[in-house]
């Protein structure tokens, strides 16, 4: 085999396979963290509840949408890298 066949058949499937749980868990905590984009002023979920409580919006029904916010995407990408992992069998 030459060195691309080894690196594309062989080498690459299995780093693949063993590094979709890191990376899950680094999108997912990504998500969770993004709250710390506002001390940059990185208009994110607490940017809009600033912008809705200045609007005279409810303050905690809005944390309660933002949590919520937080949890859908938390959740989706949590859902996604699960089928990742059972589609291509994740070597443990």
């Known amino acids: 085999m030459s060195f691309g066949q080894s690196l594309g058949l062989v080498v690459l499937p299995q780093a693949f396979r063993s590094v979709i749980p890191p990376v899950g868990s680094t999108l997912i905590a990504?998500?969770?963290?993004s709250a710390i984009a506002g001390a940059f002023s990185v208009t994110e979920l607490l940017g809009t509840y600033r912008?809705?409580?200045?609007?005279?919006?409810?303050i905690v029904w809005t944390f309660v949408w933002i949590a919520l916010g937080y949890l859908i995407i938390t959740l989706a990408i949590s859902?996604?890298?699960n089928a990742m992992e059972r589609k291509w069998g994740v070597a443990r």
């Open 51 to 58: 912008t809705l409580s200045e609007l005279g919006y409810n």
């Open 79 to 81: 859902a996604l890298f």
């Open 30 to 33: 990504l998500a969770k963290n």
